[in-house]
């Protein structure tokens, strides 16, 4: 079984503009959580996506958003970018039915450059 | 601070020699789960653990929960250069939390050969 895949890997861009990241899930699965990693944070969740639904989200502004597909692929949005959004943006995936309790298995990540 | 606390921060240890990270939480765990990384890279799944406890080992790793559901130790034996790399251990903090994970700062492991 394919694991979980994510595009780009690297990205780089300036502030001001915006971003889409992808991610697809393990197949069967229906939810994708994604997660931010920086060195001074660690990794900090950002929100759950689940039969096209938000079912969960951190503490992160507005400008992050998201959105799920039928397929139940995800992408993540960051509008405005800003230095601090230089990360490593992780996307996980589970089956997701029973709404916690299941192990997460991650993608490769997306590593985002903001000049 | 931190919900999810994680010691020691970084380690050192010589090739064949055994290690213990520990993962300590402020509250109840309903799930523990015990993740490496490579640096920049995605988590491979480890260990999950979620009765108070319980013991799981894989090759030559195990990990442990303990009876309150507080504390969980990742053990490894006889460490080899394959072992290097930052051990994360992430809670579920409850049905309230979701599939949300909750993750301690992590421990860099280096294995010297």
């Known amino acids: 079984k394919a694991g979980v895949t994510q595009t780009p890997r690297y990205l780089i861009k300036t502030r001001g503009q915006q971003v889409t990241l992808s991610c697809s899930p393990i197949?069967?699965?229906?939810?994708v959580s994604w997660y931010q990693q920086t060195p001074g944070q660690g990794l900090q969740f950002l929100f759950e996506?689940?039969?096209?639904?938000?079912?969960n989200k951190g503490n992160f502004p507005g400008r992050f958003s998201g959105r799920q597909f039928s397929n139940s692929r995800s992408e993540m949005n960051v509008s405005t970018l800003e230095l601090g959004d230089s990360a490593l943006y992780l996307c996980?995936?589970?089956?997701?039915?029973?709404?916690?309790?299941?192990?997460?298995?991650f993608g490769p990540g997306t590593r985002l450059l903001v000049l | 601070s931190q919900e999810l606390e994680q010691s020691p921060q970084s380690l050192i240890v010589q090739e064949g020699k055994n290690l213990t990270i520990n993962c300590t939480s402020s509250k109840t765990l309903y799930g523990l789960y015990w993740y490496k990384q490579k640096y920049g890279e995605g988590l491979i799944f480890l260990m999950m653990?979620?009765?108070?406890?319980e013991e799981k080992s894989h090759e030559k790793i195990t990990a442990k929960l303990d009876e309150k559901k507080q504390q969980s130790s990742l053990h490894i034996t006889a460490s080899q250069p394959s072992h290097a790399g930052i051990y994360l251990c992430g809670a579920d903090m409850g049905k309230a939390a979701g599939n949300k994970l909750t993750f301690g700062g992590g421990t860099r492991v280096l294995v010297k050969p």
């Open positions: 996980a995936s589970s089956f997701g039915q029973s709404g916690g309790g299941e192990t997460q298995y």
């Open positions: 197949s069967g699965h229906r939810s």
């Open positions: 996506y689940f039969s096209e639904t938000q079912r």
């Open positions: 653990l979620q009765k108070g406890g």
